[in-house]
């Protein structure tokens, strides 16, 4: 809890939900922050059919949300619908600081992610025989951490997940979807409805590039959403 208090409060932006402070009850702490009567993101998209303008509006501001995390070497570490919430006005708040880690911070292995989110990295490896032999760690035993390009990678899921109003991969057991996204390097198919331009679902694929080093920039990623003519 105090690492997450530490490094929410170090955060300032327009897209971040504001940090109040710590109240404790007992022998348990509670990090405080204004209330969201508006919900999170995805249940917004699940109750409300918003038009698709809107829905690129509001993915536009968590990218640059994101964006400006990733520019004070801060890796959030669980980007998704439920952990982005909307203030009195629909516009984005990034929520959830508890999976986020410093770059400079010593890097260790996490079992905490939401696997539909999750880039194929950290899932760890699969052997290249057929015996199904997994490996949860590096060969040189350092472990597999969280980085910028994941964050990237769960914006990809993300923005699935808002356009589509549907979890990535959201029918699979967890075995299933982490051999479809590692060993067979799949990704979720493109659905029909609502439409989705080109520019758009090139960009989420780009998101997904199975290789982390390949994949944009959240900053790369706003220089594309912008040229877009979001109404």
């Keep these: 809890v105090c690492r997450e208090a530490l490094t929410w409060k170090s955060l300032s932006h327009k897209f971040i939900l504001a940090f109040l402070g710590i109240y404790q009850e007992k022998a348990q702490l509670f990090l405080v922050s204004p209330f969201m009567k508006n919900g999170s993101l995805s249940a917004w998209r699940k109750k409300s059919d918003p038009p698709i303008g809107e829905v690129q509006k509001r993915l536009l501001?968590?990218?640059?949300?994101?964006?400006?995390?990733?520019?004070?070497?801060?890796?959030?570490g669980d980007i998704r619908g439920s952990n982005i919430l909307l203030d009195s006005d629909f516009h984005v708040k990034i929520a959830d600081f508890g999976l986020t880690r410093h770059?400079?911070?010593?890097?260790?292995?996490?079992?905490?992610?939401?696997?539909?989110?999750?880039?194929p990295e950290l899932f760890g490896t699969w052997?290249?025989?057929?015996?199904?032999?997994?490996?949860?760690?590096?060969?040189?035993?350092?472990?597999?951490?969280?980085?910028?390009?994941s964050d990237v990678y769960a914006f990809g899921c993300l923005y699935y997940?808002?356009?589509?109003?549907?979890?990535?991969?959201?029918?699979?057991?967890?075995?299933?979807?982490?051999?479809?996204?590692?060993?067979?390097?799949?990704?979720?198919?493109?659905?029909?409805?609502?439409?989705?331009?080109?520019?758009?679902?090139?960009?989420?694929?780009?998101?997904w590039i199975h290789e982390a080093s390949r994949r944009p920039t959240m900053e790369a990623v706003i220089e594309s959403m912008v040229k877009w003519d979001i109404k």
């Design 61 to 76: 501001e968590v990218a640059e949300g994101v964006q400006y995390i990733h520019s004070e070497g801060i890796v959030h």
């Design 103 to 119: 770059l400079e911070a010593t890097a260790t292995k996490s079992t905490s992610f939401s696997p539909n989110f999750a880039a």
């Design 127 to 149: 052997d290249d025989d057929d015996d199904d032999d997994w490996s949860d760690s590096d060969d040189d035993g350092t472990g597999v951490v969280r980085t910028h390009k």
């Design 161 to 207: 997940e808002i356009h589509f109003n549907a979890i990535p991969f959201e029918d699979f057991p967890y075995v299933q979807l982490m051999k479809q996204v590692t060993r067979y390097r799949k990704r979720p198919d493109r659905l029909g409805k609502p439409p989705l331009s080109d520019k758009a679902w090139k960009l989420i694929k780009r998101c």
